[in-house]
């Protein structure tokens, strides 16, 4: 009887050292997020108008700003952290980051891994070159030519499909830089991002050489799958009260120059 007593009585032991399950094991990333009072979100801080930094070195922009208004809805705050664009989605992958907001263009590629809010702006691209580029006249003549874009964007991938060669950067004015010095042909980029810097630059010996036929979808990425079902809900239930109070539109009408991008284009079905 006292070794029946002394082996349950160890069993109870070892079973009370083991880890059992509580309600904070069965949080969400929804309820952390709001458990912590904080929502961790990644951007480049390098791209403006989209995210940059001002003359008083404050990270600005339209995706800082809907960000913000973002996290208010959630009732949590905005924290931002400034990251290379090729290490972003790894950094989603790995947890650093709860969201990305960095005028992210949706493909159904990336959506395969990652979660995708609802459109909060629509985005055309343009093809750039230097102001005396006369051969270079439509995307089908970047054919053998060299692009300068970032690494894995929507716009090193547009530039190749169209047979370029793409030359990775960090940031616009690199490119821009290694564009007027005769080192690349070409560059992919944001018609707002061009007009931002000609704005700023008048004189810069660069022009628009064409206009791709098609916009694209900006959209926050999240991570996938069911422990992110209720943040990425609630993010979209976010944005649909933004775009009725006309938060976002105000906003791409003062970051984008009285454009306002939140209007989805004319697909003329």
Same mark, same amino acid.
């Given at each position: 009887?006292?070794? %029946?007593f002394?082996? &349950?009585?160890?069993?109870?032991?070892?079973?009370?050292?083991?880890?059992?399950?509580?309600?904070?094991?069965?949080?969400d990333?929804?309820?952390?997020?709001?458990?912590?009072?904080?929502? !961790?979100?990644?951007? @480049?801080?390098?791209?403006?108008?989209?995210?940059?930094?001002?003359?008083?070195?404050?990270?600005?922009?339209?995706?800082?700003? %809907?960000?913000?208004? !973002?996290?208010?809805?959630?009732?949590?705050?905005?924290?931002?952290?400034?990251?290379?664009?090729?290490?972003?989605?790894?950094?989603?992958?790995? /947890?650093?980051?709860?969201? $990305?907001?960095?005028?992210?263009?949706?493909?159904?590629?990336?959506?395969?891994?990652?979660?995708?809010?609802?459109?909060?702006?629509?985005?055309?691209?343009?093809?750039?070159?230097?102001?005396?580029?006369?051969?270079?006249?439509?995307?089908e003549?970047?054919?053998?030519?060299?692009?300068?874009?970032?690494?894995?964007? &929507?716009?090193? @991938?547009?530039?190749?499909?169209? /047979?370029?060669?793409?030359?990775?950067?960090?940031?616009?004015?690199?490119?821009?830089?290694?564009?007027t010095?005769?080192?690349?042909?070409?560059?992919?980029?944001?018609?707002?991002?061009?007009?931002?810097?000609?704005?700023?630059?008048?004189?810069?010996?660069?022009?628009?050489?064409?206009?791709?036929?098609?916009?694209t979808? $900006?959209?926050? !990425?999240?991570?996938?799958?069911?422990?992110?079902?209720?943040?990425?809900?609630? $993010?979209?239930a976010?944005? @649909?009260?933004?775009?009725? @109070? /006309?938060?976002?539109?105000?906003?791409?009408?003062?970051?984008?120059?009285?454009?306002?991008?939140?209007?989805?284009?004319?697909?003329?079905e």
């Open positions: 009887m006292k070794r %029946v002394a082996l &349950t009585l160890a069993l109870v032991m070892v079973l009370g050292l083991m880890h059992i399950p509580s309600l904070a094991d069965e949080k990333m929804l309820a952390r997020i709001q458990e912590s009072g904080k929502m !961790v979100i990644a951007m @480049e801080g390098v791209w403006k108008p989209w995210t940059y930094h001002d003359d008083d070195d404050e990270l600005v922009g339209f995706d800082v700003e %809907v960000a913000k208004a !973002v996290a208010e809805k959630l009732g949590v705050e905005a924290v931002f952290e400034e990251c290379p664009w090729d290490s972003i989605f790894a950094g989603v992958d790995a /947890g650093r980051y709860d969201i $990305v907001f960095n005028g992210v263009d949706y493909t159904e590629e990336r959506a395969e891994k990652f979660a995708f809010s609802a459109p909060y702006a629509y985005n055309y691209a343009v093809l750039i070159v230097r102001a005396d580029e006369e051969d270079i006249k439509s995307f003549d970047l054919d053998g030519k060299y692009s300068a874009n970032t690494m894995s964007s &929507t716009y090193a @991938e547009l530039a190749e499909s169209f /047979g370029a060669t793409n030359v990775g950067i960090d940031d616009f004015d690199m490119t821009i830089e290694l564009l010095t005769k080192r690349v042909d070409a560059t992919i980029n944001a018609e707002v991002s061009y007009i931002d810097y000609m704005t700023s630059r008048p004189d810069a010996p660069i022009k628009i050489a064409a206009k791709y036929n098609s916009a979808s $900006v959209c926050a !990425v999240m991570p996938k799958g069911d422990d992110s079902a209720s943040f990425v809900s609630a $993010v979209n976010a944005l @649909e009260e933004l775009n009725s @109070e /006309g938060v976002i539109s105000a906003l791409s009408v003062r970051y984008f120059f009285g454009s306002d991008l939140t209007v989805a284009p004319d697909t003329g």
